[in-house]
């Protein structure tokens, strides 16, 4: 048996009140780490984090905490991170999760549609690296999510595949960066994950998208959380600038 203990570390997922990012934050929590679990500010997902947060500190008294942070807004993500700070003196890994979509065809694509994504999804990735690394303690971890989408370029997704793959650029460019202080830093492309997300793709889709993956099923979120607790585990300590794609073996 080789066991993960992150006893005594710290992680913080952002876009952590459902999904992926919930699956994350309890999958680190089970090896033993503290959990930041980050939401956007919207009644909705503080009831999900705050109900997230009561089960982990019920197994654990206070190893949890939520804070809510719009990551498009680099002042709200230095304030995330500094309450961070406050409660347990710095974190050990980030974890960039968060994300939305608006898809539409280039054509009729708005600028809204496509800043709005932009601002989540690749300039909330920095603004969360760069206050994070100011928190972070040396030999921590990052990981950040691109996508399928930035490998396959999705019909409709001109804008999330943008920023997935700038996603992607900049962790190759912070893992040379962050080497010096022993971080390392990944990037994880998932394929098509079971979540309420890909439950309103149509049936018909679905099974397109079926024939291109050999394991002949959709993953689960845990099949990506534990891909990133080895990321951020003693046994990834040479894995640094890599994509390591979740996809079941998608070709398409």
């Known amino acids: 048996m080789i066991p ?37 500010s919207s009644p909705a997902t503080q009831a999900d984090a705050d109900a997230l947060v009561a089960v982990l500190n019920a197994s654990r008294p206070d190893s949890a905490r939520a804070i809510a942070a719009d990551v498009s807004k680099a002042e709200q993500v230095k304030t995330m991170m500094e309450q961070a700070r406050e409660w347990r003196g710095g974190i050990d890994f980030l ?17 809204e549609e496509w800043d709005s994504v932009l601002a989540v999804n690749l300039s909330g990735v920095f603004h969360c690296c760069q206050s994070g690394l100011e928190i972070m303690r040396d030999g921590g971890a990052i990981v950040s999510f691109g996508s399928i989408a930035a490998i396959q370029g999705f019909y409709g997704q ?23 202080r022993g971080i390392r830093v990944n990037g994880v492309a998932p394929g098509v994950i ?32 534990t891909v990133i607790l080895f990321l951020c585990s003693p046994l990834a300590s040479y894995v640094t600038g890599q994509t390591i794609e ?4 998608w070709r398409g």
């Open 246 to 249: 979740i996809n079941g073996g």
């Open 4 to 40: 993960i203990d992150l006893n005594g570390k710290t992680v913080l997922v952002t876009g952590a009140s459902q999904g992926i990012g919930s699956a994350i934050a309890r999958t680190f929590h089970r090896a033993g780490a503290d959990v930041v679990v980050n939401h956007y």
């Open 95 to 111: 974890i960039n999760n968060a994300a939305i979509i608006r898809d539409r065809t280039i054509a009729k694509m708005s600028h």
């Open 194 to 225: 079971d979540t309420s997300m890909a439950a309103t793709i149509p049936e018909s889709v679905r099974e397109e998208m079926l024939k291109n993956v050999p394991l002949g099923r959709f993953g689960t979120v845990e099949e990506v959380a």
């Open 158 to 180: 001109a804008n999330y595949a943008a920023a997935k793959a700038g996603v992607l650029a900049m962790m190759r460019v912070l893992s040379r960066e962050a080497a010096r």
